[in-house]
């Protein structure tokens, strides 16, 4: 009887087990547990056609949902190449739970080298969200993404970096709001995760697109609108190919995998000490079309008052001077010549 009673608890935990273990359906395909599949979705309207490369993997053990989207700007080349690299780093005979990751959610952008916006639309997809489903090519693309992916959701990361103009420093970020303290604060702790010196902190209290009935635009405002906690990679810098800000894209992720209990680093996760946290950015733009001088790098410790570019028009001749207003780091500085009337050329962030 004994032996009976344990034959039958060892089959009751071995069934269990066994429905640990389920499969996925992604686009009615089933993805067995422990492997991977690669899909290009097709993302069709009358006149273009495009498609999104995304990446499923289907862990071993039943758990949560990790979306992640790289190349939402087709321009910005470290989180691309850094979702190239976790096509081999994620195993999925290691993971628990899914893990969900657009490679180049802009391939249009991406192909045509155009930074910010898809040449065939002119739209720029992290200005589009949630998407139309009978819209133009980027619509449809941010449709997709939406309704497919954070739709299944339990923590979102999108990634970017500096686009083509764009020197900028490195940083992590998250979503947050006064009444989603909770979604917020896991989304910190998301983001602190990742091993970022910096973390920006995106307060959406108030904003427009936080409205029920007004867009999200942002892919990460999207899901957080959605109770999702959500946050952000920044890592590399005028559209150019660094190794080591690839390295430093995936080595976040794999933080982050760790971190949430998905996929466990090989050596103990190395946190940053004392982070810097930035809750407060202050913007200066041109004033002027014309030519933009920077005369600081993105990362510099910069004092209220201190030169920080200067514009002109085409024979020379200053038309502004762009001083800091405010003391601390150089976030984002305008680096290549054009600029363009409104245009922010700085962004400063003052340490908390
Ligand atoms: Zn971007």
Do not use: W
């Not at 001749?317 to 976030?331: N, P």
């Amino acid at each position: 009887m004994k032996r009976q009673i344990s034959l039958i608890i060892s089959l009751v935990i071995m069934s269990g087990y066994a429905a640990a273990q389920s499969s996925f359906i992604f686009q009615n395909k089933e993805i067995k547990a422990g492997t991977k599949e690669h899909f290009s979705i097709p993302i069709v309207n009358g006149q273009d056609s495009t498609f999104i490369p995304i990446s499923v993997f289907n862990g071993v053990e039943d758990g949560e949902t990790l979306g992640i989207t790289a190349g939402v700007h087709g321009y910005e080349y470290a989180p691309i190449m850094g979702a190239q690299k976790l096509i081999h780093s994620i195993n999925p005979q290691k993971l628990k739970g899914v893990v969900i990751l657009v490679q180049v959610a802009g391939v249009e952008s991406f192909l045509g080298r155009s930074p910010y916006i898809s040449p065939v639309d002119g739209r720029n997809l992290n200005r589009t969200f949630p998407g139309e489903e009978n819209g133009t090519t980027t619509e449809r693309v941010a449709n997709f993404i939406s309704e497919h992916i954070i739709s299944r959701a339990d923590y979102f990361l999108d990634m970017h970096s500096g686009d083509a103009p764009e020197d900028l420093m490195k940083y992590g970020a998250y979503y947050s709001n006064s009444d989603m303290p909770e979604i917020s604060a896991k989304g910190k702790e998301m983001a602190l995760s990742l091993g970022f010196d910096h973390v920006v902190v995106f307060n959406t209290d108030g904003k427009d697109y936080m409205k029920a009935d007004m867009p999200s635009l942002y892919c990460t405002a999207e899901a957080f609108k959605r109770g999702i906690p959500s946050i952000d990679i920044e890592c590399g810098r005028l559209g150019i190919m660094e190794q080591d800000a690839v390295d430093k894209v995936t080595g976040s992720v794999l933080n982050l995998l760790d971190y949430l209990g998905f996929l466990p680093l090989d050596a103990k996760r190395v946190e940053v000490e004392s982070p810097i946290l930035i809750s407060n950015r202050i913007y200066s733009a041109s004033n002027f079309d014309g030519i933009f001088y920077p005369a600081k790098k993105a990362g510099d410790y910069v004092i209220k008052g201190m030169k920080l570019g200067h514009v002109t028009d085409y024979f020379g001749v200053i038309l502004q001077t762009i001083y800091a207003e405010e003391d601390g780091l150089l976030l984002m500085i305008i680096s290549t010549p054009p600029v363009n009337k409104g245009e922010d050329v700085t962004v400063i962030a003052k340490v908390d």
